[in-house]
């Protein structure tokens, strides 16, 4: 497996292998930070691509059945991957969000090498429609759908204690007013900066008794981060719109916190149904949806209610301000949201059927 060395995504896939005795793994990782230790893994064979020759030795291995790479693994790597490995050995690339599909039909010679790349792959797989449909309709790849979901941690009560980061934090919330919560990362297709227009617009309007958390995410885009900073100071929005830089933490702190908001603002331009919208369903949170492929999909294919709204100032506020005046989502709603994550989109079973359409070859 070929992937980053930090971060939630890849995370739940070394916790399943190091869990497990039916599969041996051989971990490749091309960054790292501290969100966990990777050397915990010891049932994992774990290496940086700063110990290249092991990874030329491995793919040449007789015993190599699946090659996986993951989202943004260098361009290079995936070169020799394609060049060195054996023909019988089968190769996924699992596509984690838009990007990547949209680079490919750029005229360039890294849309070129992306190209060569993933018309080499025997399974292009794709979490959500949002991705897939760049795929299906050319012959040259081989796209497959197939979600992952949120680790088991997710669905197990559990009464483990949380860190002191996050008791500190809870207890800082202020409960008397109406809390929403936006768990994304900084960058150009997260809609910090509508989110920031629209508290604007609801201080003007006389209303002030609500929160907006933005818990920012493993990416973190510096010079965006000073903007909507400076933006929010310059509107003396700062007792309404929290950043919060926090340390990596674990599952049942995360629990913990969406326990103590009251609503999910999920306002991007794409996304492959991330943790973030399925954590507030399996939590029966409110939630304020962006109108986008992938979710006018889920509202279309799992018949869901989610009252999407267009990624425009009026449409956001009308709906936020619904929420703090005390409009509820139906309970069977709510409940529905909940058994949809439940039913589709755990990752212990999902990862099971991955593992048998990827033993095999494409026909």
Known sequence: MLGPGKGHNVKRFLDYFQNQTEHSLAYFYFNTGNHYNLSDYDKIEVFSFGTIHRLFNLLRAKNLNL?????????????LVIIFKRKDCILNYNVWSEP??????????????????????????????????????????NPIMIPWGLEEDYFQLKNESVSNYTIQFVSNLDKRKYRFFFPKSINKHNRHDLIIESVKSLVQLGTDNFVVYFWIGNHVDRRLLSDYKQRI????????????????????????????MNCALQLLDNDQLSSSILEPMLFKKELIASDIFSYQSLNERSHLKLNL?????????????????????????????????????????????????FSFKPR
């Open 67 to 79: 090659i996986w790479a993951h989202n943004w693994c260098p361009l290079p790597i995936l070169i």
């Open 100 to 141: 990547i599909p949209k680079i490919i039909r750029e005229k360039s010679l890294k849309a070129f090498f992306y190209r060569l790349f993933l018309s080499r792959a025997d399974y292009i797989q794709c979490h959500w429609h949002s991705t897939f449909r760049y795929f299906e309709n050319n012959q040259k790849f």
């Open 233 to 260: 100071n310059q509107l003396s929005l700062s007792e309404y719109i929290m950043i919060i830089e926090h340390p990596f933490l674990p599952i049942q702190d995360i629990i913990h916190i969406w326990n103590n």
């Open 309 to 357: 709204v267009k990624n425009e100032l009026l449409p956001i506020v009308k709906r936020m301000y619904s929420f703090i005046q005390g409009e509820k989502t139906d309970e069977l709603e709510l409940e529905r949201r909940k058994e949809f994550v439940i039913e589709t989109r755990q990752f212990k079973n999902n990862i099971k059927k991955m593992l048998h359409i």
